[in-house]
């Protein structure tokens, strides 16, 4: 696939938009009515060229592509103020891949499915009155514990007729991808995942909703499944004993969820709002069927050797008011419960927290927090139960117009129920961390005058037999920023500097940071050209330090209220202090280029 076409085709889009717009803005400037297509949004092209050299050039290698090119068209089309059709174009060549396996050459289906990008109609999602249309890339929203954070490329509706909400989309949440033996890449299945909900009420008062998610792997999506392939081996603890040869395959997997959730309002700042879900996941859709009446979901989900069922549940109780808010909430999630609409959520735990906040002094005063326990592994199938302690806390104070002060606390702890100090199994450490942070904002010498601080120590103990000594450490760091405005010039200044000391097995490790900064406004801010360097060392106070010298130049240029361009060039030299492997020292330079429009 070469990216260059998309690039063009994409440009020449952004810029029939804006040629169309131009047209319209005319139109509407000849006639007094209203017009009937409204086109706004914003566009923007941008590129980074990245150049690195090692000296001596040995293994290591740059830590960026050569050139990265992204591109955002974001358009909304609104036609006689009833239909509204946002439309999303976001491309980055070459692609890149956060939550999903890496494609070496994808195609554009396969550019498509990427959560990094979304192309064509991508984000088309029309909206008439009360009711949306989704076309591609989409997130759906449900609730906590049935769908939330999952982008599908597909079909979805969104529909508020009175007092229903209706939401259902269908599409792929996960892209086909090969395993690599050669580069140990794990490969996944395509992803088809189905979510939808109903609702009535009033989401602000009382409400009522069903959801329910369903994924399921398309085994016939991979051409290959098989991950590794492992030849026979003698046995570590016995090399008379032969085991086999053996070939990891990946395995096909299928969930359903389905929860209720409620919303209530007692009166005014009491709030009451509960979900209750129930799972079945299939770990692996080639084991065996069993008999379909030990089988919940007859009729509508098929169990297997590899399927669980389990619940979740969640509560939460708000008292709202003007001084004071103070929330009770719980959570509970089975070990078997998958939250497969929510992939980043830990399941096997009980969470119990207090959050109460004050907000006194017409708000000069204000201090929150919150206050619970953990029971992670609830089931006990990964080891013994660990109870953690939850803890936190910030205050804000605001003194005068020139003082203001900030300080935050938290505290997590961790521990199994080995109560033994010389039980080598026994797992405990408490990890502490607070920061005061005062700032000063004040005017003198036809300036004005920022300085903020921060002041921060974390410590993290663990009391383990085993792993203790050399994982606990203890933090120590002072973080200061300064900004000057000039009242009569259009210059601002500015400069910082950070210590940071870490209390180590190893030795103790220190990190420093100095730096300065300046820009400047021409033409009534029209052209801002910018400067800042910082320079850096780091490394073990009984070895040589690292050394590090970064220098950025930028420039902005506005040329209409619309149209901007932005350049940057950075440089950053790095200098091993005691050498390394990978080489003395290397350098790397960076230019940005980007433009934007916004119409």
């Known amino acids: ?32 009515h209203v017009p009937w297509i409204v086109v706004k949004g914003s566009a923007s092209i941008s590129s980074d060229f990245y150049d690195y050299t ?41 692609e890149t891949n956060t939550t999903t396996p890496s494609i070496s050459a994808p195609t554009i289906m396969e550019y498509f499915t990427n959560p990094a990008n979304a192309l064509g109609l991508s984000g088309f ?36 007729p009175g007092n229903f909400h209706i939401k259902a ?22 992803r088809d995942m189905s979510m939808g909900r109903i609702a009535y009420g009033n989401p602000d008062s009382i409400s009522l909703g069903l959801n329910f998610v369903h994924a399921k792997d398309d085994v016939k999506s991979l051409k290959n499944s098989t991950i590794s392939i492992i ?114 959520v830990q399941s096997d735990r009980l969470d119990l927290k207090v959050s109460p906040s004050f907000n006194l002094f017409e708000g000069d005063f204000t201090i929150n927090g919150t206050i619970g326990k953990r029971i992670n592994n609830l089931s006990e199938t990964k080891g013994e139960q660990l109870n953690q302690m939850i803890a936190n806390g910030q205050l804000s104070i605001r003194f005068s117009d020139v003082i203001s002060l900030a300080c935050t606390y938290s505290n997590f702890g961790i521990r199994n129920n080995r109560q033994n100090v010389f039980d080598s199994a026994r797992i405990q450490n408490v990890s502490e961390s607070f920061s005061i942070d005062p700032m000063f904002t004040f005017t003198a010498f036809d300036m004005m005058h920022t300085i903020t601080t921060s002041f921060g120590m974390d410590r993290f103990d663990d009391f383990n037999i085993v792993s203790g000594l050399e994982s606990s450490n203890d933090t120590r760091s002072a973080i200061a920023s300064y900004i000057g405005i000039f ?6 200044i500015g400069a910082n500097g950070s210590y940071l000391e870490n209390s180590l097995f190893a030795g103790t490790l220190q990190v420093m940071t100095i730096g300065i900064n300046a820009s400047y406004r021409l033409f009534e801010g029209s052209l801002n050209p910018s400067v800042a360097i910082t320079k850096t060392s780091s490394g073990f106070v009984i070895n040589p330090a690292d050394e590090a010298l970064f220098m950025k ?16 060039y950075a440089i950053n030299n790095y200098h ?3 050498g390394s492997s990978r080489g003395n020292s290397f350098s790397e330079q960076i230019i940005q280029i980007a433009m934007a429009l916004t119409f």
Not at 80 to 94: D, H, K, M, Q, W
Not at 137 to 143: D, G, V
Not at 553 to 568: A, D, M, P, Q
């Open 169 to 190: 989309s269908h599409g792929i949440s996960q892209r086909a991808v090969e395993p690599d033996l050669m580069r140990g890449g794990k490969g996944a299945y395509r």
């Open 231 to 344: 030849p026979a081996h003698p046995l570590s603890d016995d090399s008379s004993i032969v085991i086999p040869a053996d070939t990891l395959r990946l395995r096909a997997e299928e969930g359903f969820i389905a929860s209720i959730d409620t919303k209530l309002l007692f009166t005014d700042g009491v709030i009451l709002s509960a979900e209750g879900a129930i799972s079945a996941f299939t770990a692996d859709r080639s084991s065996a069927l069993i008999e379909e009446g030990n089988n919940p979901l007859r009729g509508f989900y098929p169990t297997r050797s590899s399927t669980r069922f389990d619940g979740a549940g969640s509560a939460n109780l708000s008292f709202q008011f003007t001084s004071w808010t103070l929330a009770l909430s719980a959570l509970y999630m089975g070990s078997g419960f998958q939250p497969i609409g929510n992939p980043f």
């Open 125 to 160: 999602s029309p909206k008439i009155g009360w009711a949306q249309f989704h076309l591609g890339s989409h997130t759906p929203k449900l609730s906590d514990l049935s769908g939330g954070d999952l982008q599908l490329f597909g079909l979805g509706i969104d529909l508020k």
């Open 553 to 568: 130049l930028g420039v902005r240029g506005k040329i209409n209220k619309n149209f901007s361009v932005t350049g940057n």
């Open 576 to 578: 091993y202090g005691s």
């Open 487 to 492: 009242n009569n010039i259009p210059l601002t």
């Open 54 to 94: 090692a000296n001596p050039s040995l293994t290591q290698v740059g830590r960026r592509p050569s050139a990265l090119y992204r591109l955002i068209f974001a358009p909304t089309i609104t036609i006689a103020g009833v239909l509204v059709l946002p439309l999303s174009v976001n491309i980055t060549y070459p």
């Open 1 to 32: 696939m070469r990216f260059n076409r998309y690039y063009w085709v994409c440009s020449l889009i952004i810029f029939y938009a804006i040629n169309l717009q131009g047209q319209l803005k005319s139109q509407a400037d000849s006639n007094i």
